[in-house]
């Protein structure tokens, strides 16, 4: 071997430690890092093959590339010419349409240090909140509940709970296949702790149920009916925790009013459960010491996605199990680095440090710190309002990075409609491959994993540094480097820096006397220390939060907050009779620009399918392995029928991550679903889209 390097995993927000291993011919191979916290020495599939999706560089783009009209071949261009095309073009649309005419649409794969120039940019010297990164599709939803709960996005507690948990409650998430290593931590958990008890709350039998004292399998949408139910069965069996709600939180009465509305046994009911497994629940619940749940997309991508979420950090407000050991609310994340995009305020609607863009004092540090323009205090479009502002015209230019939209967004036909209509689309990649690239006006080539170095925040709020430790093919370069190059061409200042390391202490230092204060870290403390817990104080991280009750809020109460249970999603019709919810399989991850290049990931499941109820198949004559179509007013997919009464009937299912292959679009997910918006989050209803299904006969 000639060199070993410490760095991190780039898939999901668990955040493995990874040590990559080069030899004297430069091939690279991966383990888990014994020493990370997180993962001590464990990886998942996609994980233990990460190395060969840096080694094939054979789809890599290498040059940028320009074109003068759509239907023209990209032509080499030098940085410099692409650059400056780029700012020519973006100064010419901010002067004739304002700044709000331009928008940036990045990524939670993108290292917090990318993720802060480029806010910093749009925010700080271009004068708009325009910015908006696929985290919106992800976890806007828990995001809001948190802060509305307790008065800040912070997760409250660490991965080590798991281990000190007696009750574990899985709401909407399969962690077995999409957050393996964590899930290895559980069952390792309930190996050594039989007495654990954990519940799964899914309308699927997935992996994760194998490990499960209980599933509960719940009709698509009934997830806020279920929490209430949940509540109110804690309540009357007398195991809520009064003196906690009394001292550390407000909203109690009118929450326990709202609860009591429905019975057990009517919300059973709407949930498709029995009665006697919500009380159950209860009980798992109320005798636990250590009570934690785990969440992701099927609360996240809703239509009430944060009146999920609420509704289920409320069940550990009313018991107290926040703030102590084996206890919290724990929203997972689907991207690497959703949490430090956030820390930055790389979100439409965010600050830098979690400060508020409403807030005029709060404009004014960052303004004072950056020494920009003016910020404005107009929320900028979030990912879908984006793609909708390119059909009426007032969007002009869009530079997208790191993320494939055209597989990814709901409704994706009509996405790709408005980047049609966009006058002048920049975008930033690894790959060749991307749909994306045919509406390029500008192509600029980007450094991947390993041919960088920077910061990452996993979903325990730890931050891990990633080594830089192959060069990039052609003239790719960092993410970072390029938004820099392009905000000097732009004529701005304070985008000169000479390393990486300057941004990322720019970055900590705006933290300063914020509530995710990280001023004194830097990356020597980083590469010494191996990661750390935000806030980090005089050299101290901070694994878990509120364990001195104080919360984020005016009062240092938490909020219970109350509200009605209806689903909003789309109505089912005559002709649209079946729901369509969407995920992830085991070894794939988002659209497959990566995890698609290694040909190990393929041999779990290797195309795209339909989940159908046997029931639901045998009334559309369609039997195993058959091709069938799926189809709405929105598009169609077809693809082969898998049929398995591990679904609830009426209920189908597709998974996310297939584009368009050779031309082909009949196996994209998201020809199919829905444009709803959470009205707080603006996260998309991804879980609830209505269809039909046919058996697909040849014309
Ligand atoms: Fe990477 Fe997530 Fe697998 Fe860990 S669990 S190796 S972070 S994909």
New binding site residues.
């Given amino acids: 071997m000639q060199a070993s390097f410490k760095t991190?995993?780039?898939?999901?927000?668990?955040?493995?430690g990874?040590v990559v291993h080069k030899d004297r011919q430069g091939k690279l191979h991966v383990e888990?890092d014994k020493t990370h916290p997180?993962?001590k020495g464990?990886?998942?599939?996609?994980?233990?093959n990460?190395h060969y999706t840096v080694m094939d560089t054979s789809d890599r783009l290498l040059y940028p590339e320009m074109r003068y009209h759509r239907n023209l071949p990209r032509q080499r261009v030098t940085w410099d010419q692409a650059l400056e095309r780029t700012a020519a073009v973006f100064a010419s649309i901010i002067k004739k349409h304002g700044p709000d005419a331009v928008a940036f649409y990045a990524s939670g794969q993108c290292l917090t240090e990318e993720y802060y120039v480029v806010n910093k940019l749009i925010k700080g010297f271009i004068g708009s909140n325009n910015i908006d990164t696929n985290s919106r599709l992800c976890m806007s939803s828990a995001v809001a509940a948190y802060k509305l709960a307790l008065g800040e996005d912070a997760v409250p507690g660490t991965y080590d709970d798991i281990e000190l948990a007696d009750c574990i409650f899985v709401a909407g998430a399969n962690p077995a296949w999409c957050?393996?290593?964590?899930w290895r931590r559980v069952e390792a958990a309930k190996a050594a702790n039989p007495a654990l008890k954990i519940i799964v709350s899914d309308p699927r039998v997935t992996q994760s149920c194998a490990t499960a004292d209980l599933h509960l399998q719940v009709n698509p949408g009934t997830d806020i009916v279920l929490h209430h139910a949940i509540g109110r069965a804690l309540i009357t069996a007398g195991h809520t925790s009064s003196s906690f709600i009394k001292e550390h939180t407000n909203g109690f009465d009118k929450y326990k009013d709202t609860v009591m509305e429905r019975t057990v046994e009517e919300a059973a009911a709407i949930c498709g459960i029995s009665a006697e497994d919500i009380y159950t629940t209860a009980d798992y619940i109320g005798n636990a010491t250590g009570f934690m749940t785990f969440w992701t997309m099927g609360l996240n991508q809703s239509v009430v996605g944060v009146n999920k979420n609420l509704s289920l950090i409320n069940l550990h407000l009313i018991t107290g199990h926040i703030g102590k050991p084996g206890s919290g609310p724990f929203s997972l994340t689907g991207q690497?680095n959703a949490m430090g995009g956030r820390e930055v305020g790389g979100l439409s609607n965010l600050l830098p440090a979690h400060r508020v863009l409403s807030n005029p004092q709060h404009r004014k540090e960052v303004q004072e710190f950056w020494g920009g323009t003016e910020l404005s205090d107009k929320p900028g479009l979030t990912a879908t309002e984006m793609f909708r502002a390119m059909h009426d015209g007032s969007l002009k230019a869009i530079w997208i990075m790191c993320t494939n939209p055209l597989v990814s967004l709901p409704d994706v036909r009509f996405a790709e409609a408005g980047l049609l209509k966009t006058k002048f689309v920049v975008v930033q990649e690894i790959s060749n491959k991307p749909e994306t690239l045919r509406f390029a006006d500008v192509i600029l080539p980007a450094a991947a994993w390993t041919e960088k170095e920077g910061t990452m925040t996993?979903a325990e709020r730890r931050i891990s540094y990633l080594s830089k430790l192959t060069d990039a093919p052609g003239e790719a370069l960092p993410d970072a480097e390029i938004i820099c190059r392009f905000a000097q061409k732009m004529g701005y200042h304070g985008f000169d820096y000479t390393n990486m390391s300057e941004i990322y202490e720019e970055h900590c230092r705006l933290t300063a006397g914020t509530n995710i204060d990280i001023s004194g870290l830097n990356y020597q403390t980083l590469q010494e220390q191996r990661s750390v817990q935000w806030p980090y104080h005089s050299g101290k991280s901070t694994p878990r939060l509120f364990e001195d009750r104080q919360f984020f809020t005016a009062d240092g109460k938490a909020v219970i907050h109350s509200f009605e249970d209806a689903n909003k999603s789309e109505q089912l019709s005559k002709d649209l009779p079946l729901i369509l919810t969407t995920g992830r399989i085991r070894d794939q991850?988002h659209t497959m620009s990566k995890t698609g290049k290694v040909s190990k990931l393929k041999q779990h499941i290797s195309s795209a399918y339909l989940e159908i109820h046997p029931e639901d198949a045998r009334q559309r004559g369609i039997q195993a392995d058959d091709i069938v179509t799926i189809h709405n007013g929105r598009g169609q997919v077809r693809v082969k029928a898998q049929l398995s009464d591990t679904i609830k009937k009426g209920v189908v299912f597709l998974p996310m991550h297939w584009g368009k292959i050779l031309n082909n679009d009949l196996h994209r997910a998201n020809n199919l679903t829905n444009t709803l918006l959470d009205p707080i989050s603006k996260q998309p209803d991804f879980k609830y889209s209505a269809v039909q299904v046919q058996r697909y006969r040849k014309p």
């Fill in positions: 991190t995993c780039c898939y999901c927000g668990v955040g493995c990874i888990g997180v993962n464990m990886l998942c599939s996609k994980g233990m990460l957050h393996p290593i964590l690497p996993n991850w």
